[in-house]
């Protein structure tokens, strides 16, 4: 699933999270997904990437984040559905691709990451400029309301049910230390289908239930 | 209340003085803050909020004994005193061996057991220090140090100053640099660790913790200074240790302990620091005046308790007025075509160190100076090889065959190919012939059971000529076609392209019939490498179009991988690293094109003494991860380049002139010269000469200079070594380590 198609689809709740205003909008987004032809032209890509990854990492621990891919791929409007060949080939990737990109890298490095979907604060002043970004593109921005947006990242596991929240698209770890203002985070939910529920991680102190949106 | 604060220097490597003020302010609002500075140029000294400022002359003209009788008379007359400079405080140290309840700085024994690297205090702290080697060792270990640690390295000097050194000419450039500004060769190199930068910062009274913070540096310049952090508290888990620590101290004074955290959360100490760090205010800012705190725990006097902040602070500009008492003093003149001029160390703090050496209140300066490091050893055969040549019937420049040691050299690669070599595997050595095309090495590799690599079918046909058979070459290189006409009509064992357009030109030889070889392949350049060797996988087209010209090779012949770097240039674990780098390509090679690697040919560039003196475990280890990654490879063709050649010749030569001053050569011309040694600014070479009872001596590092016989600037061919005494015009100097690319890429020049 992809940001530019499930934008449209009705909000439909399917437990009771702890939803604030602005998890509302985006609670029927699933986690974005890169999509496979199936054919030797996704696997090509798909193999650079994973390759790729492997010599970029070098010596460095398996928890590294992966900043190698937002830096050839820069933060920007993607169209979805994505392949992999189309992925590989584009200049610029939104954070559902990175996001999808780089839980298959992680997983490929053997290190456990679920992906996670942040409510972060910015002004309207940043927004509005992204709005004419999209705009330009012809990519809808319904990963932005007002002053919030919708982001993607990965849950990474470090050690048992302890986590640490890589920001795919910016390149850095989420600080857990941070408090609200401009680019904090608000909200965010680590989607693992396999998960038997109740079931929670903890990021820098504090306690996320899986599944549901989380108030931070 | 008044309170002395030193360290006012404020440029892009900021002193505390400015943040200790700032937060003692804070603190004691009425307090008398005195700013005492050793230079006008130092900008600190013009914050508004020092009440005074004591000025006096830099270090290199101030009467010390005068400075510390009138400090003592401050501290006596109730004052406080807090530097913000390490080497003050240690020449404080010496001045009051038995401390002074006012002096806020720590005692000579705890500064002793603080030095870097080792930082002996540390013990019992979650940390650990990354390896380090002091420079007094010999060139030749500090360049294995390098090349151990992939070149990440960072040369110290021994209070400030850390420059990281990429590569042997910058190594020597650096040292030469901070040996000469702080008067003394101890400067240690010490390993890089990657990781986000984190300090603690404690104040202590007579050995009582005060308090401390913990700041993770969040934006940092380019000099690797904090500009923005966070502070929070520090964990019991380094608390307890740290004050069990300062206890055994016996602290007084600030502190900061400079950290890196690795992705593995692990804490590497860099430095311990005896005073505030500069960015003290930021942590007042947060909430906690560690200031304060010890003025409050050495005087009893209540301090004004900060604000609580948010735990982040971050640096601004800020222009001051200038103090009226003290107007900017002219910009001193460009020196000769110079641009513009550095106010580094504006106090003269080099200067200090320089009177401290000479007061022994540091190690160093003019004693240590004859030292010049180790000796570096030679294998037993280098020496041999020496004693067997007649160096009297020699005509220099010369190049000397070294014969056993090069018989032992081919002898433990060959044992060494043998005992790697599986029932699945065959491990095979091969001789890159352009590291020295010398017929006796090229013959000695064909009686060690060596293939031969060319890189041009010029050399391919050297081999053919010394003995070699056309099934035991290897082909490959960006110009391997030439010239034009010379392809052996024989089949040959492998050709490994180098390019795309190499692929092409080989699958039509194939198919034409010009060319015969057993295994067809391609060397591939793994991403995040710099180098213009092999077809790039850099970018998921340049690898669709390798995936794609794979499938067009013959099915008749085998299908091999080439991956060759220079491990002496990137350094022996990053050169493994790539080797596992390149069995992940590999897979997705064999995965995507459906051909199975049957050869991979693997080597490049290393440095003899990490090829041949290792226990091979890594090398075993990698042939198992090799047989797992890719279970069709038959053989494993090993070229170590010039790890065969270097040391097998030797470069003789003889003094022409010495130069003498103070009764010491300083300078001697000799008859070789860079066009023999052009390697020189690459690698460390070891020098030996014959001492009056005929034995071979390795010489050491020194004060003089060796110049060669050209009549160019940059021909040096030892920058510092220490020439025996009595050396004169007509000895002979022999530089080992010469059998490589000295030998094969000298030149002839002014030789008419
Ligand atoms: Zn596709």
Redesign the interface.
């Known amino acids: 699933m992809y940001l530019a198609e499930v934008e449209t689809r009705a909000v439909q709740a399917t437990e009771v999270p702890e939803v604030t205003s602005c998890t509302v909008k985006w609670d029927s987004w699933p986690a974005s997904t890169i999509s496979h032809h199936g054919q030797a032209c996704c696997e090509i890509a798909r193999e650079w990437m994973l390759a790729n990854d492997f010599s970029q990492l070098g010596d460095a621990a398996a928890l590294t984040g992966p900043r190698w891919l937002p830096k050839k791929y820069p933060w920007g409007p993607s169209p979805w559905p994505m392949h992999w060949c189309e992925a590989v080939g584009r200049k610029k990737l939104d954070c559902g691709a990175h996001q999808a990109i780089s839980q298959e890298l992680f997983t490929a490095r053997g290190v456990q990451s679920r992906p996670a979907q942040f409510v972060q604060q910015f002004s309207e002043e940043a927004t509005r400029h992204w709005g004419h970004k999209w705009g330009e593109d012809q990519v809808p921005a319904g990963w932005i309301d007002g002053d919030v947006i919708y982001h993607e990242g990965c849950a990474v596991t470090v050690e048992g049910d302890e986590i640490k929240l890589w920001d795919a698209s910016a390149g850095w770890w989420i600080d857990p230390q941070q408090s609200g203002g401009y680019g904090a985070l608000l909200s965010v939910r680590i989607l693992d289908p396999s998960a038997e529920a109740p079931q929670t991680l903890s990021w820098g102190g504090r306690q996320l239930a899986l599944n549901r949106w989380n108030t931070v | 209340m008044k309170i002395y604060v030193s360290g006012l220097y404020s440029g892009g490597n900021p002193q505390p003085g400015v943040g200790i003020t700032r937060s003692l302010r804070q603190g004691y609002p009425d307090a008398t803050l005195v700013g005492v500075e050793y230079s006008n140029r130092s900008s600190g000294i013009h914050w508004p909020e020092l009440d005074e400022v004591w000025l006096q002359r830099p270090w290199d003209e101030l009467n010390l004994s005068a400075h510390g009788e009138a400090i003592r008379a401050l501290l006596d007359g109730g004052a406080l005193w807090i530097s913000g400079s390490d080497l003050e405080t240690m020449w404080l140290a010496s001045v009051f061996p038995e401390g002074h309840a006012n002096l806020l700085t720590p005692n000579a024994a705890a500064l002793a057991r603080i030095t870097k690297p080792q930082v002996e205090a540390h013990e019992g702290l979650p940390v650990q220090i990354p390896p380090y080697i002091p420079t007094d060792r010999s060139d030749w270990d500090l360049h294995a140090f390098c090349r151990k640690h992939d070149w990440r390295v960072w040369l110290k000097g021994p209070y400030y100053d850390a420059v990281r050194t990429r590569s042997w000419d910058s190594f020597e450039a650096v040292r030469t640099t901070l040996a000469k500004v702080w008067n003394t060769e101890r400067l240690f190199l010490q390993a890089h660790v ?1 990781g986000y930068e984190e300090s603690v910062m404690l104040c202590a009274y007579e050995g009582e913790l005060l308090g401390c913070v913990r700041m993770r540096k969040r934006e940092i310049t380019e000099e690797g200074k904090t500009w923005a952090g ?1 502070v ?1 508290e520090v964990d019991e888990a380094f608390l307890t240790p740290l004050r069990r620590i300062l206890r055994e101290l016996n602290w007084t004074g600030g502190g900061e302990l400079e950290m890196v955290r ?3 959360h692990r804490l590497w100490l860099l430095e311990m620091n005896p005073r505030f760090p500069a960015w003290v205010h930021g942590a007042t800012i947060a909430g906690v005046n560690l200031p304060a705190l010890l003025v409050e725990g050495a005087t009893g006097v209540a301090a004004q308790r900060p604000e609580p902040g ?2 982040e602070f971050t640096r601004v500009v800020v222009e001051v007025p200038v103090r009226s008492e003290f107007p900017l003093p002219p910009l001193p003149e460009h020196l000769g075509g110079g641009t513009g001029h550095s106010l580094k160390h504006p106090s003269g703090l080099p200067a200090l160190a320089e009177r401290l050496h000479k007061l022994n209140v540091l190690d160093g300066g003019d004693n240590e100076t004859s030292s010049g490091g180790d000796a570096p050893t030679v294998p037993n055969t280098m020496v041999e090889d020496l004693l067997a040549q007649d160096f009297n019937r020699i005509e220099t420049p010369a190049w000397v065959f070294m014969e056993s040691t090069a018989a032992d050299t081919f002898k433990r690669a060959a044992a060494m190919a043998h005992t790697l070599s599986t029932n699945q595997t065959r491990v095979t050595n091969a001789y890159s012939i352009k590291t020295n095309p010398d017929a006796r090495l090229i013959k000695l590799a064909l009686d060690s059971g060596f293939m031969a690599e060319g890189i041009s079918l010029l050399e391919l046909h050297k081999a053919l000529e010394v003995g070699f058979r056309p099934d035991q070459l290897i082909l490959n290189g960006p110009g391997k076609w030439w010239p034009e006409g010379m392809i052996p009509k024989e089949q040959i064992h492998a050709v490994f392209c180098d390019s795309a357009p190499d692929l092409k030109k080989t699958v039509a030889a194939l198919n034409s019939g010009e060319l015969k070889a057993k295994i067809v392949g391609v060397r591939i350049r ?3 490498i710099p180098s213009r060797f092999g077809i790039a ?2 970018t ?2 340049t ?2 179009s390798l ?1 794609e010209s794979i499938a067009t090779l013959p099915e008749d012949t085998g299908f091999g991988v080439h991956f060759h770097m220079a491990s002496s240039n990137i350094g022996v ?2 050169w493994w ?1 790539l080797f ?2 390149m069995l ?2 590999c ?2 090679l064999e ?2 094109t459906g051909r199975t690697i049957e050869v991979l040919d693997i080597g490049g560039g290393w440095f003899p003494d990490d090829w041949h003196s290792v226990d091979h475990s890594d090398f075993a280890k990698a042939v198992k991860r090799a047989q797992a990654a890719l279970p069709n490879v038959g053989q494993i063709i090993s070229e170590p380049g010039k790890a065969m050649a270097q040391p097998t010749m030797a470069l003789a030569m003889r003094v022409l002139e010495t130069q003498e001053e103070d009764g010491e050569i300083t300078e001697a011309v000799v008859d070789a010269s860079i066009a023999e040694l052009p390697m020189y600014f690459h690698y460390p070479h070891r020098v030996l000469t014959q001492d009056r009872g005929g034995d071979w001596k390795t010489l050491k590092r020194g004060k003089s200079q060796l110049m060669g016989r050209l009549c160019m600037e940059h021909d040096v061919v030892a920058a510092n070594i220490e020439l025996p005494e009595g050396t004169r015009a007509g000895d002979v100097l022999v530089f080992c380590d010469a059998g490589g690319y000295d030998r094969s890429m000298s030149y002839v020049f002014g030789r008419g």
């Open positions: 990657t966070d929070s690795d992705a593995d948010r735990g793994t991403p995040h996988l850099d998921p087209e690898f669709k995936v674990k990053a690293r596992d780098s992940r390509w897979q997705s995965r995507l």
